[in-house]
């Protein structure tokens, strides 16, 4: 198995930061507030998690040991990368414009 590196290196770091800034922003957000929840608080707890998901995903995908003949595995986990942001950026709006 070969090393990383290039965008490999890129997208672990990319997805660990991305994950690092969205569970900052719950943090600050205030999920751990004493008040009752609405179904907006909820939807972006929800959106917020799948982005975690995604994100925490994308490591699994890059690192999966593939054969020389097979495609690369940079494709699916630039697709899960893009989506775990777009999905944290949603949280963010949907949280910021009640």
Same mark, same amino acid.
């Given at each position: 198995? %070969? =090393?990383?590196?290039?965008?490999?290196?890129?997208? &672990? +770091?990319? +997805? #660990? @930061?991305?994950?690092?800034?969205?569970?900052?922003? /719950?943090?600050?957000?205030?999920? $751990?507030?004493? @008040? *009752?929840? %609405?179904? $907006?608080?909820?939807?972006? !707890? &929800? /959106?917020?998690?799948?982005?975690?998901?995604? /994100?925490?995903?994308?490591?699994?995908?890059? @690192? @999966? *040991?593939?054969?020389?003949?097979? #495609?690369? %595995?940079?494709?699916? #986990?630039? %697709? #899960?990368?893009? =989506?775990?942001?777009?999905?944290?950026?949603?949280? !963010?709006?949907?949280? !910021?414009? *009640?």
């Amino acid at each position: 198995m %070969r =090393a990383p590196v290039g965008s490999v290196v890129g997208l &672990c +770091s990319a +997805s #660990a @930061t991305m994950s690092a800034m969205g569970m900052a922003f /719950l943090g600050y957000w205030g999920i $751990h507030e004493p @008040t *009752p929840w %609405r179904w $907006h608080d909820i939807f972006v !707890v &929800c /959106l917020a998690f799948l982005s975690f998901a995604a /994100l925490g995903s994308v490591v699994w995908i890059i @690192t @999966t *040991p593939v054969s020389d003949d097979e #495609a690369e %595995r940079i494709i699916p #986990a630039r %697709r #899960a990368f893009a =989506a775990g942001v777009i999905l944290m950026w949603l949280a !963010v709006v949907v949280a !910021v414009i *009640p």
